[in-house]
């Protein structure tokens, strides 16, 4: 696999910082003001992209509320609604679309979308996004897969709940239709997630299986989860993103305030750095470190003629005498001249 790809003016790869994107979804709460209010707080955070979701009730689901259509589940965060009903409350209004990708590329961001039908990616065309993200939801949807990728532009697509057969699927259709830049997020599709249900070992597996650049998902409560798929190789992480998780909203209990999107930001390219090569023996900024190592000094005056002894020789810091190792060597050895308290011992000196 060729290292990297640009999406838009950022390189994606593993030897390039993690592309952190905000997810903004339906946490603008029906208000474009918000909507502008979060694309600000997610660039002062110090994300590298806003991502929203294109479609419209109609284009989701049937307007009922009854049967299936009807969210039933007691621990569901929308339990008692209707698809219908939910998908009006967290839709982004198509004529919000410009002023938001217009104010994230103001302020230095990437702006891109998912789309949930052929119409969202008419649209999203028009407004010359750089990418396009499929939701897990969406991952076994061949149609929508082919007509995304015929665009020839970066394809993200979320892995939630997907066997490897259907990924294989799912990815082929992919390539088949003209998608060269993929990424495969590992994802959990629960809201929010919990770390002992993540499985990121799936991260370093999906580059191995699939070829193609690998990240995260991430429904989980706070950084660590998204920190550690770095260290697996994750390349791209996303978390949805609020002002305020008291404001509410459909997608609140499990999105990340400012704060928390910057410690991701800081700590995952932290993780990124860390991860350098595989490397022993001195580095250049630990050179000044080897004197702090233990090795052989005199500590008593020593006359010449006289023996050491473990009396008169010890290991101590710093390190500029004979190496500790070699303590059964001189010890019974005589000295050649007067020996200072201090000292540290060399070959020299016997």
């Not at 999107?261 to 001195?282: C, F, H, N, P």
């Not at 390190?319 to 060399?346: E, F, H, P």
Request: with cysteine; charged share 20%; proline share 4%.
């Amino acid at each position: 696999m060729i290292d990297g790809f640009k999406i838009a003016h950022r390189m994606i790869g593993k030897n390039h910082p993690p592309f952190i994107i905000a997810e903004m979804s339906g946490n603008h709460n029906q208000s474009l003001d918000r909507a502008l209010e979060i694309v600000e707080a997610a660039a002062k955070s110090g994300a590298h992209a806003l991502k929203i979701q294109t479609y419209t009730p109609d284009t989701m689901t049937l307007d009922l509320n009854e049967r299936e259509f009807h969210i039933s589940d007691p621990n569901s965060l929308w339990a008692g609604t209707s698809l219908y009903k939910l998908y009006s409350e967290a839709y982004t209004p198509w004529e919000w679309h410009k002023p938001i990708f217009d104010r994230v590329r103001e302020l230095g961001m990437i702006a891109f979308s998912t789309p949930f039908d052929d119409t969202a990616v008419d649209f999203l065309e028009s407004l010359g996004v750089p990418c396009y993200k499929i939701a897990s939801f969406e991952n076994t949807d061949i149609p929508l897969i082919r007509r995304v990728a015929a665009t020839g532009k970066p394809l993200i697509i979320s892995t939630g709940m997907a066997t490897v057969a259907e990924l294989d699927e799912t990815v082929r259709a992919a390539r088949d239709a003209g998608c060269k830049d993929l990424i495969l997020l590992k994802c959990t599709s629960t809201y929010p997630a919990t770390a002992g249900n993540t499985n990121i070992f799936t991260i370093p597996h999906l580059r191995d299986l699939f070829d193609c650049e690998v990240g995260l998902s991430d429904h989980t409560m706070g950084v660590g989860v998204s920190v550690a798929s770095v260290a697996l190789g994750a390349t791209v992480i996303e978390k949805h993103f609020t002002l305020s998780r008291t404001d509410g909203g459909v997608d609140s209990a499990f999105s990340m305030e400012p704060a928390e999107m910057a410690q991701l930001v800081v700590e995952t390219e932290r993780a990124w750095q860390a991860l350098g090569k595989v490397s022993y023996g001195t580095t250049e900024a630990e050179k000044k470190s080897i004197q702090f190592r233990r090795s052989l000094y005199v500590v008593k005056d020593i006359k010449a003629g006289e023996v050491l002894t473990h009396e008169n020789v010890r290991a101590i810091r710093p390190g500029l005498g004979i190496a500790t190792k070699y303590i059964d060597v001189v010890i019974g050895k005589t000295v050649n001249q007067n020996v200072k308290r201090g000292t540290a011992l060399s070959w020299s000196i016997f």
